[in-house]
């Protein structure tokens, strides 16, 4: 692994698995990344296969701290309960033990959407941010992340709030996809968007949300007509978000 890599992180998509070394003095890829396709059938032993051949491609030594970003709530040494974009075969598997098994070595996993909001609040837009952010991400459904004073409160799902008048699932309702098959404008988006951030904002009174997932590229057609009273700005690492923050979060538990 390249001598400005301090650690290195792996985000594991549905259709994708990415993974590279990370510069955690600038919050930024320490060489490119490498994607490769999520295997059809993606079970626990072909995704761990997959993330070993990324260790093995960058050369990363075995004491280099490794961060898993993952499409599922992650509460080590307990079995996981949901998988969503994932093989089914992975209900019941310790995620974190099926990695490090896989990989000879430790391994630290975070969900997906909490290490896109550590990256935000270490390296991006809510850098310096004191309090409670709530960093989202808008796409097929709404990931969120809390972080209290740089501090993760991991798992929450709060995409999955029920809004009020009979709207029911907050992310049946608002996510970008939902904007897409209905084909409606930012304008008549960012309304709906104003009664799921009203509604967080209403229960978690938080000091900045952060807005990430690829629509955050177009910020400015929809973020404007969000009318909250809590700051609201766009993410700033994208699609690096959840192999930085994986990376960071491993540092952090070595």
Not at 8 to 29: M, Q, R, T, Y
Not at 217 to 243: C, M, Q, W
Request: net charge negative; glycine share 12%.
């Amino acid at each position: 692994m390249i001598e400005t890599a301090q650690a290195f992180g792996v985000d594991i998509g549905g259709s994708g698995i990415k993974g590279a070394p990370v510069d955690l003095g600038k919050g930024d890829f320490a060489e490119p990344r490498l994607k490769i396709l999520t295997p059809e059938h993606s079970t626990p032993e072909a995704v761990g296969g997959i993330v070993r051949q990324l260790l093995d491609h960058f050369e990363v030594p075995d004491d280099a701290p490794v961060g898993i970003a993952f499409p599922a709530p992650i509460k080590p040494g307990k079995p996981l309960d949901f998988m969503a974009n994932l093989d089914q075969s992975w209900i019941g598997v310790d995620v974190q033990r099926c990695f490090s098994e896989a990989c000879g070595r430790p391994i630290t996993v975070v969900n997906d959407a909490d290490a896109a909001g550590l990256a935000e609040v270490q390296y991006g837009a809510a850098k310096g941010q004191s309090g409670l952010v709530i960093a989202t991400t808008l796409g097929t459904g709404i990931g969120t992340a809390l972080i209290y004073d740089g501090v993760l409160i991991p798992n929450s799902e709060l995409g999955h709030l029920e809004l009020p008048n009979g709207k029911g699932d907050a992310e049946k309702y608002a996510a970008s996809s939902i904007r897409e098959q209905q084909e409606l404008s930012y304008k008549k988006w960012a309304k709906r968007l104003t009664k799921y951030y009203g509604l967080v904002e209403h229960y978690f009174n938080p000091d900045l949300f952060v807005v990430g997932g690829g629509v955050s590229k177009v910020s400015e057609k929809f973020l404007p007509y969000v009318d909250i009273k809590t700051p609201i700005v766009p993410a700033k690492l994208r699609n690096s978000a959840g192999i930085v923050g994986a990376a960071y979060y491993a540092s952090t538990r070595n």
